[in-house]
Every structure is written in C-alpha cells, then in structure tokens.
C-alpha cells in the first residue's frame, strides 16, 4: 500500500497551459520572501548540473552550478519564477517539434509536478518523439528560512 501511495505522488502531469496558469498564480500568491532552491537538471543536449539558488524579494542573490559562483542571466536564474518562465518557453517550443528536432509526425511531450498548496515546481520532464532531446528538472530541495 504505501509502495503505491508514493508512486502516485511521483507521478507528472501533461503540462499545459491549463495546468502551468494555475500553479504559477498560486505560487505568486505564496512565494515566500527568503527561499533556497537546488535543483538537479540533466538531459541529452545538456550538461547536468547542480544549482544551489538563494532568493530575496524575488532576487536572486546566490547561485551556484556545481559548487561554482556563477551570474544569473536574464531568464536563466534558476530562481522559481525563473523556471516558470523556463516552462512557458517549453509549452511555446512543443508547439512546434521540428524547432527541437523532431522528425515530421512526432511530437513533444512535457510532464510536470507542481505543489499542490504553494504551486512551485517539484519536477519536469520533456521528451521529443523520434530524437534524443530530453531534458528532466528535479527540485530536490527547496528551504524557505533564512538559516
């Protein structure tokens, strides 16, 4: 029984516009002022990297990938809303496959998990149908004390 329970929470949703909007007002609406964030991403056309993240007031004002101090760049913060924007980019992408490599017919397919009560993103996994193009999100831990 409890081998099942924690299948089903492990389970992503088909991300859609219908699902990402809510999330994404709901963590608005909670998003704490001080948080910490690691998130580990992996995939087939990109390097896997650790980013340890702390955000204030919606800044972020730590970040690290792999243990290095590195800047963030416009959309590329890593920061929750960061990866809301980074979701929003995918669904526009998945309209068009071929854009990521897609032979004709294919498609792409994105799944996610949002928190239910806060809306952050837990996970999110992309595949391209007929390519070797995916791309995994895990949110492995998420803090929202200053200590």
Sequence with gaps: MMLSIAAACARLQPLTGDVLTPAE?????????????????????????RF????????????????LVIG????????????????EQ????????ASLGAP??????LNARFDEMTGRLIRYRRVVGGTSNSI????????????
């Design 72 to 87: 963030p760049t416009a959309g590329q913060d890593y920061s929750m809303d960061g990866l809301f924007h980074m979701l």
């Design 104 to 109: 004709e017919g294919y498609s792409v397919y």
């Design 90 to 97: 995918e669904l526009g992408l998945a309209e068009h496959p």
């Design 136 to 147: 995994e999100v895990n949110v492995v831990e998420f803090k929202t004390n200053d200590k």
């Design 52 to 67: 340890e993240v702390a955000v204030r007031g919606g800044e972020v004002v730590d970040l690290k990938r792999n243990g």
């Design 25 to 49: 007002n709901k963590w608005r609406t909670h998003r704490p002022e001080f948080y910490r964030i690691v998130i580990e991403m992996s995939g087939d056309r990109v390097q896997a990297g």
